[in-house]
């Protein structure tokens, strides 16, 4: 079954730096090629990763220090990139020691 397009906006961070796994990739790919407002949709996440560089939003970071998981990112994708890339897992980490430190309330 063809995936969405909310379910192609979710992942079009990680199509362009081609950490989703091969058959996302390729279905992902398959839906934009047929999909003008998603192509649209992809220039504009591609301007956006130049600029933020590709990394997990300091939201994700702080939802994931507090309950392991964010709204934001596919599960398998944020797990895929955090053992990609060393700087989010340095953030994931610092995050989750000031959670521990400072308690669940922390977030008010």
Avoid: K, Y
Wanted: proline content about 8%; hydrophobic content about 40%; some cysteine.
């Amino acid at each position: 079954m063809p995936p969405a397009c909310d379910d192609v906006s979710a992942r079009l961070p990680w199509f362009e730096n081609r950490s989703l796994d091969p058959e996302e990739q390729r279905l992902v790919g398959d839906h934009l090629a047929g999909c003008g407002p998603c192509r649209s949709d992809f220039e504009e996440v591609r301007l956006a990763l130049a600029a933020h560089a590709g990394h997990l939003s300091a939201r994700a970071i702080a939802d994931l220090a507090f309950s392991g998981r964010t709204e934001t990112v596919p599960p398998g994708v944020t797990r895929r990139h955090l053992q990609s890339c060393p700087a989010c897992a340095a953030e994931l980490d610092l995050a989750r020691a000031s959670v521990r430190l400072e308690g669940p309330d922390v977030r008010g």
